[in-house]
């Protein structure tokens, strides 16, 4: 291991420390978040200890996401900064697991009633805290997810491994996103993608960018090598600025409100936060319009200019996450119980969390809308990459066909709406309602979407790398060619796919976990659109693909996917029994 790894990190962890705990203590002070509590008070330890120990989870977190993120995208696996970052994923998943531990035993410490003595009955009250409540369990998934990347990443060393330990450490996110002021917002689901999302970017923010220092400060690279990782981190900050600016919006106009609640305590922080995000992006753009330009072009001391500005951009982002976890414990001008909990609800309104919708009408397919920001920013982003892979070709006098550029922008567009207006918001109350989603999303718009040919674009649009580190175009190669997928895309298995998941998802607990959670629903939703745009691909697919079954064929499988579809479809016309009857019999 290089020597001069461990204290470029350590260096790196202080001025991140530094900003982090300033602006903590500040906004704690300034939100009231560690102020004594009226009923029974766990002590200062616990009411400072919970926030500092959750802003040490995201940094830790940040750490292994976007170190992970470096080796996977912008790293030679040639180099020995590829080592390098697989060690600093091992530590910030190591320090996201011990933080977590604190993290658990101090709201545990929180909202038990008596003090903390470590006999036997708190012992036992302890387990069922961590066993049989929801924060308690979110909390034992996040230790476990954390141990487990820990352990992983100090096992692979392929592009593969590393693929799986990011997912992983990705996946340790969403237990936190559901809890804090999520988790009592009245537009539960929408605060749940917002934070799931701004902490994801966030941390591949933050930690690329500690990667960045730490490459700079042990390996020294030449200014050439350095502008290349520089340059590769800088596309990647730019769309995690982007996505992190609008997931904190979405959060703010959620437990903010009105505008006059920006100058409560809360709004004074979110002020705060939202100086330290323009400043950062202001770093951002120095990047992008003189320090790479200097740096490509050699000149004298241009790395250790730029080593200066990360270095004050990490402790800005220590003073943006200090301010982020200090907003989680201050109260929002928004009530965090709903007002279905406030009143004498309906069963629908307890199940939902929401109130119950007008009734519906199909016109409300296009006039409600329901904001769920993953889906919102997936969709964005596909369309403008798109758009930009058309107008590349173009530019350089390659044809590539109108209609699949509107294939892809149509398919999209669908998708937005599907997951965004009347039939995401109607489809948790209306059978049928959910059903018409369901056959968007797994006909219709994986069908326009194989239209367009995506794969084929990307690989002829974007260029090729040629150092040993993987791009978006590497990637997407290596998963089309890649024998799961050659598996899972022939025409037989796709089809049986295609059909099979309907009575698996319809007639398993997995349809009520698709309701009754926010995760499930996510989940339901990729599994659609993965199970069309497998079958829609394998018959009609302009990709290139390892199959290419005879027309006969691709009738038949055509007709008997019709037939089965039909089947089931009558089974659940002329079936007398409700599915999920405590869900769907409860809607009114």
Known sequence: MNTRLLPALTSVFFLLLIGLSAALLAGLATGGGAQPLLLADPGAIARYGLPSATALVHLGAALSIGSLMMAALVISSKDAAFNSSLVVAAIGAGLTTVASVFSAFFTFAIIYVEPVSFDQRFGEVLWLYLGGTEVGRAWLVTIALSALVTVLVVMVRSFVGVFVAGL????????????????????????????????????????????????????????????????????????????????????????????????????????????????????????RTRLLASLASGVRGSTAVTMRVVAAELALMGVASGLASALARTATPVPEIPATELAVATPSEILTGELLPPEFEWSMVITTWQLDLLWALIVIFAIVYYVWGHLRLAKRGDAWPVGRTIAWVSGMVVLGITTNAGLGVYGTYLFSVHMVAHMILSMAIPLLLVLGAPVTLASRAIAGRKDGSRGPREWILAAVHSRYLGFLGHPLVAAVIFGLSLIVFYYSPLFSWALEDHLGHQWMIVHFLASGYLFAQSLVGIDPTPHNPPYPLCLIIVLATMGFHAFFGLSLIYGTGLLVPEWYGAMG
């Open 168 to 287: 992983l450490a990705v996946a340790s996110l969403w237990p936190l996103a559901e809890q804090g002021h999520a988790a009592g917002t009245a537009n539960h689901e929408a605060a749940v993608s917002a934070s799931f999302t701004h902490s994801v970017f966030a941390a591949m923010w933050i930690g690329g960018l500690a990667m960045v220092a730490v490459i700079a400060w042990s390996h020294k690279p030449p200014a050439q090598k350095f502008h290349t990782v520089l340059s590769r981190y800088s596309t990647i900050a730019l769309v995690s600025f982007l996505v992190v600016a609008a997931s904190g919006v979405t959060n703010a106009w959620l437990r903010v409100g009105e505008a006059s609640a920006m100058f409560s305590a809360y709004g004074a922080l979110v002020a705060a936060k939202v100086v330290a995000l323009v400043l950062l992006g202001g770093a951002g753009a120095l990047y």
